[in-house]
């Protein structure tokens, strides 16, 4: 079974820093996801990916597979983007295998 | 429209009650899960369905049945609850189940249930 670590649990920055999570993983997978559960729980799905980079407005998801790593990047931070960052992966069967999910970052930008 | 949604959005029962959770896509997805969040805000798969067929049965409780009447619902029954069983349940749907884990997901709100 896939262990998934994330890093930092915590992270408190002031408005306008670059952030960076981090989520590693044990064993091959299909593809990896970042998650963001809101305050009030709601969860949205930012991104899939399974090689290279992504980016999505202030927000870029790298992966490096031979590494099993990915970073979760937020430039121009702002108060807005509080909330738990979570990582999952994919095992390497694709649906079959579900997720598994790291215990989640949580982020707190204050103004 | 809401792409996901879950009822009820909060459950209150007594220990031993049997309840059921519904969830509904509009999506047109072929595969649809269940994930459970405990108090630690740890997120883990229960279940998954494609196409009204069983795919994923993870170490849950025989008390836990999921039911897919057709492939846009796939329903939670719980019997006998138990206080352990107190959580958040999210359902989710993605389009394929080859590529379930490779398709993004989309969540319901989620399900807080309080077993008294």
């Known amino acids: 079974k896939n262990e998934v670590e994330q890093s930092p649990q915590n992270l408190t920055a002031q408005e306008g820093e670059f952030i960076t999570i981090n989520c590693s993983y044990s064993?091959?997978?299909?593809?990896l996801h970042w998650l963001q559960q809101h305050p009030g729980g709601g969860i949205v799905s930012l991104f899939m990916?399974?090689?290279g980079k992504k980016k999505h407005g202030r927000l870029i998801a790298t992966i490096n597979i031979q590494e099993k790593h990915s970073s979760l990047h937020i430039t121009a931070s702002h108060p807005r983007d509080s909330a738990v960052y979570i990582c999952?992966?994919?095992?390497?069967?694709?649906?079959?295998?579900?997720?598994?999910f790291g215990k989640g970052t949580h982020l707190i930008i204050q103004p | 429209d809401t792409a996901v949604s879950q009822t009820p959005k909060y459950l209150v029962t007594q220990m031993g009650n049997d309840k059921s959770i519904k969830c509904e896509q509009n999506?047109?997805?072929?595969?649809m899960y269940w994930y459970k969040q405990d108090s630690k805000k740890f997120l883990k798969i229960m279940f998954s369905?494609?196409?009204?067929?069983?795919?994923i049965n993870e170490t849950v409780p025989n008390r836990f049945s999921p039911k897919s009447p057709d492939k846009a619902h796939l329903n939670l029954h719980i019997n006998s609850l138990e206080l352990g069983d107190s959580a958040v349940y999210f359902c989710?749907?993605?389009?394929?189940?080859?590529?379930?884990?490779?398709?993004?997901?989309?969540f319901g709100p989620g399900t807080r249930l309080l077993v008294l």
């Open positions: 989710a749907s993605s389009q394929d189940w080859r590529g379930g884990a490779w398709e993004t997901q989309y």
């Open positions: 369905y494609n196409n009204k067929e069983l795919i």
């Open positions: 990916l399974s090689s």
């Open positions: 999952a992966v994919g095992g390497p069967g694709g649906g079959a295998d579900g997720l598994t």
């Open positions: 064993v091959g997978i299909s593809a």
């Open positions: 999506l047109g997805h072929d595969t």
